[in-house]
């Protein structure tokens, strides 16, 4: 039975229904009829093109993880600084289909040990890639026809803007098949995919498709920077919606929908446009389970409003999914009771276990078509690729492909024809996901180093068993008095004078809380709560303790970690021009300068500039040390900032920090560090 989308045509924005087909495009249709002889196109001819080929050498994707408790054909070649710890317990394992297992057999990989960071094997083997400039099955193909494998004369002449067919064909066929399922939960038209010059270039497009000014954007408190921005560029305002754990809360989206009242919002109207990362939230790392979707899909049903879903970390799963584990008993209860009922879905779902062990979109709980899905090959290939895609409703997709026929017209034909030739000559759908799996690997290797350092575990010799508790909590001590504390505390610092310095006592100095966190479940960051309120001079800088901490690890301990401030939906920000006005360099990522801060926050709350988080990267690092050293010095530094002075913690941000950062325990060799304006740096920053 066919089931349509429902019909969300009154969501188009006034420029969105206005726009109009491409005539010139309209005759490309034409171009594709046998023996056409073509005088309409004004295309140069591909031989004149200066590029006879387009040449790369690549990395072998290792193979699939097998099925039924197997290990993998490439086991002995897991991605760098994954180890027996890394792999997900709960990942089904697959091997290659027997055509690919020559291909995997001889692959090897960095390993790195997560204890000791050394080399324990030879890199990765590689092979060539090479895109020829015409068909590899017939060198006198006219350009013009629909070309089904990648060359340098389709990818670089004038094309659609539904993108170079064959890499949209491998994506459809791999996205619409594998990724989302059970998918489509409408039919009758089936959703299509467009690809995109990444997210932002998507995120711009679908903004000015949906929101006109007066308009509203709903998304997490907080969020991915240039959505805010594209959706105030086209005059919409952004409201941020409480979260918890499990992401977006239901029920705050729900009074805030029921209750809205544009007086009350400066004339607001109603939110009609939720914008959401559900996996490795950026910056939050947190996955929304499926049970929390179905709860915001039916507040968002309930309530008209489309649910733009960004999702660049998909693959970048660490946790085991809980719909998963049901999904499963429920197929095995099902196939007790009716060994034919699920052999449809069964099929799908276990060609690629690995993709089975995901959370899944938000397009598989979605049966009006109120789902507009972007993602981006930025963390699967590499971000200068500039390559994504969008996956909606064909009443979406063809207002976007208008707008992109007006505007990009379609993604660079050297990205096309090169990812193109990656994925249908080289890789092909298992290689593809092998290196999803493998890239998984690898960035949980490095998260669990960093969580490692932040808990204050990376010296001991023996590892202790991960617990499985909301958040850790770090102190300030020895070794020998580190300890998890307890939410209620083990005490308080005396802090009479203010100088940083614990008073004389006949007892040893109580355990400080400095920070918090969880490990996240997915994604590239972690996000830290600094507990500035413990620190011993709270009381004389409230609300500037986080610009000041954030001035300190930079100039004295040169390490660069994200200002949670930045990430607010609702931030205000005191722009000024040149650079010109007091306060320190980092008071636009603030907000406000320390005074004004203080000022309007009234010196005793946090304010939006007192914004207690830091976001910290670990996907930069290469290896495993890196991750450890830059991460000490962050530990280092916030260490060293609870025991500063009064008076040096005046004089942050003003006249700037004497920095040496070998008396820091820096090496200052320049492994783990960048230059920028004659400086050394260790970043945790990120994008």
Not at 67 to 80: A, F, I, L, M
Request: glycine share 8%; aromatic share 10%.
């Amino acid at each position: 039975m066919d089931i349509p989308p429902k019909d969300l045509s009154h969501h188009l924005s006034p420029m969105a229904r206005r726009r109009q087909p491409s005539v010139i495009k309209s005759m490309y249709k034409y171009f594709l009829l046998p023996g056409m002889q073509n005088l309409a196109a004004g295309m140069p001819s591909a031989d004149l093109f200066p590029f006879n080929t387009l040449e790369a050498e690549v990395q072998d994707a290792p193979a699939p993880s097998k099925g039924d408790g197997g290990e993998s054909t490439s086991s002995s070649s897991r991605p760098s600084g994954s180890s027996s710890s890394t792999t997900s317990s709960h990942a089904p394992h697959r091997g290659a289909p027997t055509s690919l297992k020559s291909t995997f057999e001889n692959l090897t990989f960095w390993k790195t040990n997560p204890s000791t960071s050394t080399t324990t094997s030879v890199a990765p083997s590689t092979s060539r890639l090479l895109v020829p400039k015409y068909p590899r099955d017939d060198s006198h193909q006219p350009p013009t026809l629909l070309p089904t494998t990648p060359s340098l004369s389709t990818a670089l002449q004038y094309g659609t803007a539904d993108g170079y067919p064959p890499l949209t064909t491998f994506l459809s066929n791999l996205v619409l098949t594998h990724i989302h399922h059970p998918f489509p939960l409408y039919t009758s038209p089936a959703p299509l995919l467009l690809p995109t010059c990444g997210t932002t270039d998507g995120l711009n497009k679908v903004f000015e498709m949906l929101l006109t000014p007066g308009d509203s954007l709903l998304c997490e408190e907080y969020t991915y920077l240039p959505a805010p921005s594209a959706a105030r560029a086209v005059g919409a305002r952004v409201f941020g919606v409480e979260m918890d754990e499990f992401g977006v809360r239901s029920d705050a989206l729900e009074y805030m929908l029921s209750t809205w009242n544009e007086g009350e919002r400066g004339g607001a109207r109603k939110p009609r446009v939720l914008y959401t990362i559900t996996v490795g939230q950026n910056p939050t790392g947190r996955v929304v389970p499926g049970w929390r979707r179905r709860e915001v899909y039916r507040v968002c049903e309930g309530h008209d409003v489309v649910i733009v879903e960004d999702d660049p970390y998909w693959n970048l799963q660490y946790e085991v999914c809980e719909d998963v584990e049901e999904e499963e008993e429920e197929e095995e209860e099902e196939e007790d009771k009716d060994q034919h009922a699920p052999q449809q879905h069964q099929k799908k779902k276990k060609s690629f276990p690995f993709l089975h062990s995901l959370t899944q979109s938000y397009l598989t709980h979605d049966p009006s078509g109120r789902v507009i899905h972007l993602s981006t090959f930025s963390k699967t290939i590499c971000p200068g690729a500039r390559l994504g895609w969008i996956v909606a409703q064909p009443l979406f997709i063809n207002r976007l492909l208008l707008a992109t026929e007006a505007g990009t017209q379609q993604p660079s034909g050297f990205t096309q024809a090169l990812v193109a030739d990656l994925l249908v000559n080289k890789w092909g759908a298992e290689g593809f996901v092998g290196w999803m799996e493998y890239l998984r690997d690898v960035y949980k290797g490095k998260m669990e180093v960093m969580v490692e350092v932040l808990r204050g575990d990376d010296e001991e010799e023996e590892e202790e068993e991960e617990e499985e508790v909301e958040g850790f909590i770090c102190v300030r001590g020895s070794r020998e008095k580190k300890e998890k504390v307890r939410e209620e505390g083990d005490g308080e610092m005396e802090t009479e004078g203010h100088n940083g310095e614990y008073t004389p006592s006949t007892t040893p100095p109580p355990l400080t809380e400095m920070y918090t966190f969880t490990p996240p479940p997915a994604g590239m960051f972690i996000w830290v709560k600094i507990l500035y309120q413990n620190h011993p001079l709270y009381h004389y800088f409230p609300s500037t303790l986080p610009e000041r901490l954030w001035d300190y690890l930079a100039m004295k301990h040169l390490v660069l970690v994200t200002p949670g401030s930045l990430f607010r939906a609702d931030r205000l920000l005191e722009v000024r021009a040149g650079g010109s006005g007091s306060g320190s360099s980092s008071s636009s990522m603030f907000g406000k300068s320390a005074a004004a801060a203080a000022a309007t926050t009234g010196g005793d709350n946090m304010g939006y500039e007192g914004d207690p988080h830091f976001r910290l990267s670990f996907s930069v690092f290469e290896t495993h040390e890196e991750v450890r050293r830059v991460t000490r010095a962050f530990v280092r530094g916030v260490t060293a900032f609870w025991g500063i002075s009064r008076e040096e913690l005046e004089g942050i941000g003003e006249e700037g920090v004497s920095t040496s950062p070998e008396e820091e325990g820096g090496d200052g060799d320049g492994d783990d560090d960048f230059e920028v304006g004659g400086r050394e740096w260790r970043a945790i920053f990120g994008c």
